[in-house]
């Protein structure tokens, strides 16, 4: 898939959405634009192969690749098949197009979309990432991609714009499950990482050693390591991931691990938490908050 015979349609145009898009620019590609917000045009005012839509539909008309980088499954299937009265994009999407889903998006409706859309000769392939802002800028995110191997092999000089590590790890939905349990295994070392500091700043410790320990022992995570101090000790909270994306993933991870009927007790009591930081943090509230939600409860 060469940039000179690929149309790329790039829908959502957020914090991570800019800068993979600006990536497939830089390597050549041809990329149409479409956001809610229209202001994101102005980001793109120095790159060159940009065109932003005023609709969706006139993003994708003509477009042999489609990607979505939205915030969740509920906006991704309005955005399809149409609500409210609205009708969806999906009649636009060339017969032969590929569809590729790089939001973190439930893995039992991307099943339900590759099956639809199999049947209008459109190819998914979930393909979320993992890294955050900063490594979406350099273009090293991870990307893991479920697909069939055929169309993974077809769409990988594409993917290597945006990512180091790609890795294909099955059948359309498979990337959007291992996601979600990525990123609650994520969540739940980052509450830990909360909870522990807090009580050892309240018994009187000072939480910057106690991470510094924690990083030269077995208590470190991705949390301790990337987060404590660049985003929490200093009250940022700025890193770039809203707490309302997180709560969405430990849910997604929460319903597969139930939907499996496998054991789920501290998934449980992570979405609760992160339930309840969220509501009580507000709107636009970043993860890396859960810290302040907690050395703001008591007991
Ligand atoms: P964001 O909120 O910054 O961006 C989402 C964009 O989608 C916004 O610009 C919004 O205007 C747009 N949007 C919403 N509904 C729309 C619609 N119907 N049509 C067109 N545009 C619409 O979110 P983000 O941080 O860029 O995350 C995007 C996805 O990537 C999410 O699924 C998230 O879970 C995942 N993700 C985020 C990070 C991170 O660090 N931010 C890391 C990995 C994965």
């Given amino acids: 898939m060469k ?41 793109f005012s120095d790159d060159k192969g940009f065109t932003f839509s005023s609709t969706p539909s006139e993003a994708i008309r003509g477009a042999n690749v489609t990607i979505l980088m939205l915030p969740d499954s509920k906006i991704i299937d309005a955005l399809l098949w149409g609500s409210d009265g609205r009708t969806g994009v999906v009649d636009e999407l060339a017969k032969g197009s590929f569809l590729i889903d790089m939001s973190s998006s439930s893995p ?35 990307i893991i991609v479920g697909g069939k191997k055929e169309h993974f092999d077809e769409v990988l000089p594409l993917l290597t714009c945006m990512g180091k590590s790609i890795t294909h790890v099955g059948d ?39 991470n510094q320990v924690f990083n030269a022992s077995t208590g470190r995570n991705n949390t301790t390591e990337n987060k404590v101090e660049n985003f929490m000790l200093n009250d940022a909270f700025n890193s770039g991931f809203s707490l309302a994306l997180m709560r969405k993933d430990i849910q997604i991870a ?43 409860q008591k007991k």
């Fill in 108 to 142: 039992t409706s991307s099943k339900v979309n590759n099956k639809k859309l199999e049947e209008r000769s459109v190819s998914f392939m979930d393909a979320p990432v993992s890294g955050g802002v900063k490594k979406a800028i350099d273009g090293s995110l991870a």
């Fill in 172 to 210: 359309a939905g498979a990337a959007h499950a291992v996601k979600a349990l990525n990123n609650y295994v994520s969540a739940a070392g980052l509450i830990a990482a909360c909870e522990a500091l807090n009580a050892a700043k309240e018994f009187g410790l000072d939480p910057h050693i106690v």
């Fill in 3 to 43: 940039p000179a015979e690929t149309k790329i349609a790039f829908v959502g145009l957020g914090l991570m959405g800019i800068p993979m898009a600006k990536n497939l620019l830089k390597s050549g590609y041809a990329v149409t634009g479409f956001d809610l917000n229209n202001e994101v045009a102005t980001k």
């Fill in 254 to 296: 929460l319903s597969f691990i139930e939907d499996m009927k496998c054991y789920a007790g501290l998934a449980q009591q992570c979405f609760a938490t992160a339930k309840e930081a969220d509501e009580k943090l507000g709107k636009g509230a970043d993860h890396t908050a859960v810290y302040d939600y907690v050395r703001t």
